[in-house]
């Protein structure tokens, strides 16, 4: 079956950077989109930033020049370079995998159980 297990929450002052990995069993990894999504209490699971099966990438607005995704297919693992975390990153952040890239978390058919982020001012 499918597995994706994320590590790499912590926390972390204002202006600081974390690193979470994506680490993916059971599909033909790099074949599939890849996503992170966050979501913070109370609110919906919201998209952060997103990888093709060929690379392209795309991002929300609000992490434009902060975070960057990147793959590493030969080992089953995806990975999202957050730099200067502000405060309203705090969230418990998710990796998906999808047939189809997207923004819409209905698009995406596998999940990890999330990790926490808390970025203190």
């Known amino acids: 079956h499918v597995q994706l297990v994320e590590s790499g929450g912590g926390f972390v002052q204002a202006g600081g950077s974390l690193r979470l990995s994506c680490a993916a069993s059971g599909l033909a990894f790099s074949s599939v989109p890849m996503a992170w999504f966050l979501q913070a209490p109370g609110e919906e699971r919201k998209f952060v930033a997103g990888i093709g099966w060929g690379g392209g990438t795309d991002y929300a607005d609000s992490v434009k020049g902060r975070f960057t995704i990147s793959r590493a297919n030969a080992k089953n693992t995806a990975f999202l370079q957050m730099n200067d975390l502000k405060p309203e990153d705090t969230a418990v952040y998710y990796c998906?995998?999808?047939?189809?890239?997207?923004?819409?978390?209905?698009?995406?058919?596998?999940w990890g159980q999330g990790t926490q982020v808390t970025v203190s001012s």
């Open positions: 998906a995998a999808g047939m189809v890239a997207g923004q819409r978390s209905y698009e995406y058919d596998y």
